[in-house]
């Protein structure tokens, strides 16, 4: 006994489906980015737009963060900037940013004397080995800065 195969022909409904799945899928490969990634030269353009032409000086920022992450989807990071916090002096904002990642600008904590102590922790995703960046805004128009290197292991946002 022989077995015939039909082959059917698909429906309207069908052809214009895989069409609209197909015509999705293009637009999406074309329109994002590959791999698009922050550089040192993003963060710096991104740092000029926070603080201007000010250099950022060194010290007063404790940056807490892993050298080696296993999971570049949750990396934490403290900071914390030495201020009195008084109404004349304390420390307004910290900008974090990662080299690697999309946006480098990852996050940002604004203060004010009412806190008592400038001090934030965060878990950021990073895509890859790459250096984080603390900028604290200071009330007196001073900006510090604290860098250090994590090197992620496996996951993030590029793997």
């Given at each position: 006994?022989?077995?015939?195969?039909?082959?059917?022909?698909?429906?309207?409904?069908?052809?214009?489906?895989?069409?609209?799945a197909g015509g999705l899928a293009v637009a999406t490969i074309t329109l994002l980015p590959a791999g698009a990634a922050a550089d040192s030269a993003a963060v710096t353009e991104a740092m000029k737009k926070l603080i201007g032409e000010t250099a950022p000086l060194d010290g007063r920022i404790t940056l807490e963060?892993?050298?080696?992450?296993?999971?570049?989807?949750?990396?934490?990071?403290?900071?914390?900037?030495?201020?009195?916090?008084?109404?004349?002096?304390?420390?307004?904002?910290?900008?974090?940013?990662?080299?690697?990642?999309?946006?480098?600008?990852?996050?940002?904590?604004?203060?004010?004397?009412?806190?008592?102590?400038?001090?934030?922790?965060?878990?950021?995703?990073?895509?890859?080995?790459?250096?984080?960046?603390?900028?604290?805004?200071?009330?007196?128009?001073?900006?510090?800065?604290?860098?250090?290197?994590?090197?992620?292991?496996?996951?993030?946002?590029?793997?």
């Amino acid at each position: 006994m022989t077995e015939s195969k039909e082959t059917r022909q698909p429906t309207r409904r069908e052809f214009v489906f895989a069409l609209g799945a197909g015509g999705l899928a293009v637009a999406t490969i074309t329109l994002l980015p590959a791999g698009a990634a922050a550089d040192s030269a993003a963060v710096t353009e991104a740092m000029k737009k926070l603080i201007g032409e000010t250099a950022p000086l060194d010290g007063r920022i404790t940056l807490e963060v892993p050298q080696i992450a296993e999971n570049g989807n949750t990396v934490p990071i403290t900071v914390e900037v030495d201020s009195p916090m008084s109404d004349q002096d304390y420390c307004k904002a910290v900008h974090i940013f990662a080299e690697g990642n999309p946006l480098p600008n990852v996050a940002s904590f604004r203060f004010t004397p009412a806190c008592g102590k400038a001090a934030a922790s965060t878990r950021v995703r990073l895509a890859k080995t790459q250096n984080v960046i603390v900028l604290a805004e200071m009330s007196d128009g001073k900006v510090y800065m604290s860098k250090a290197e994590v090197k992620v292991t496996i996951g993030g946002c590029g793997g």
